[in-house]
């Protein structure tokens, strides 16, 4: 006669040899993670943001069952993250600055609990660590209307080791928003853009004189740009002294026809347009929340 016990024996059983195979998938995948790391062997940063978030966009659309969605996003994250470092050196730079955890705490989440990370009080001291190759990408406060240091003005620059905006954090949802409830930030690194089909691209403008917001949107509206965001630092003491930050609700290619587009649209007033970046947008609350049975599986957001 099979007892309670029996079963839960059988269960646990088949629990182990499920482990066994899942396990047995991770080494096949990390073996063909190194087939790629000799593919890239030539490049100097190895990590790819936007297939990192192509990845997660995928398996979330496909996922059933009652396995939380957010969990499952975080484990992905950490298997990601641990092929990471052992493609080459990982690590991470992290203004920490008046707050002490909040920064810390997105960064942790993003890029593991074993990843090095070092905290910097001053923004600057982020962005020329990742200039330098000290560390492999930063994290920094994401710009905001009232902000008094722009960060982002240290990235407005043609030279080949300027940083570039990655990725934007938060960018799985989670029960952690009370504790970092208004924070939000951007990661930066030496790699460029590549397209998802979820993206926000950054742009600078730079004049010599005040071009003014109202004829900045208007060049960008002609060159199929949606303005999300836009900020402005006067500096009398540089050649350029208009600069201006723009944040696009779309990807834009740094060479391509929208950039020269615009720079006519604003008429020979600016000096230079250059592509600070951009991320895939972070998952939607919709696409870590479980299905209850009988509804739909939450689709991707456009």
């Not at 926000?200 to 730079?206: A, P, V």
């Amino acid at each position: 006669m099979t007892t309670d016990k029996d079963n839960l024996q059988s269960l646990r059983q088949e629990i182990d040899a499920i482990d066994d195979s899942i396990h047995d998938l991770i080494m096949e995948r990390t073996r063909v993670v190194e087939r790629v790391r000799k593919v890239k062997r030539a490049d100097k940063i190895k990590i790819r943001p936007a297939r990192e978030a192509e990845i997660l966009y995928r398996l979330l659309a496909r996922h059933k069952g009652p396995f939380p969605k957010q969990e499952l996003a975080g484990i992905w994250r950490d298997m990601i993250v641990a092929t990471l470092r052992f493609e080459g050196p990982f690590s991470v730079a992290v203004a920490t600055g008046d707050d002490e955890t909040g920064y810390w705490d997105l960064a942790r989440d993003q890029y593991g609990s074993f990843t090095p990370m070092r905290r910097h009080v001053s923004t600057r001291g982020v962005v020329e660590a990742v200039r330098n190759l000290d560390a492999t990408v930063g994290v920094l406060p994401m710009p905001r209307p009232d902000d008094t240091e722009f960060w982002w003005r240290l990235m407005v620059s043609e030279a080949p080791e300027t940083p570039r905006v990655i990725a934007r954090l938060p960018f799985i949802p989670g029960d952690n928003s009370n504790r970092l409830k208004g924070l939000d930030a951007l990661v930066i690194c030496g790699v460029p853009q590549e397209e998802t089909g979820r993206d926000h691209s950054y742009l600078s403008i730079e004049a010599e004189e005040d071009i003014g917001f109202g004829a900045i949107e208007s060049a960008m509206s002609q060159s199929g740009l949606p303005i999300v965001f836009q900020q402005l630092i006067h500096d009398p003491d540089r050649p350029a002294a208009w600069v201006y930050l723009i944040e696009v609700a779309q990807f834009v290619d740094g060479e391509g026809r929208q950039m020269r587009r615009l720079l006519d649209g604003l008429g020979g007033r600016a000096k230079r347009v250059l592509h600070l970046g951009g991320y895939a947008t972070p998952l939607d609350t919709t696409e870590v929340k479980n299905a209850m049975p009988g509804e739909p599986t939450p689709g991707n957001p456009s």
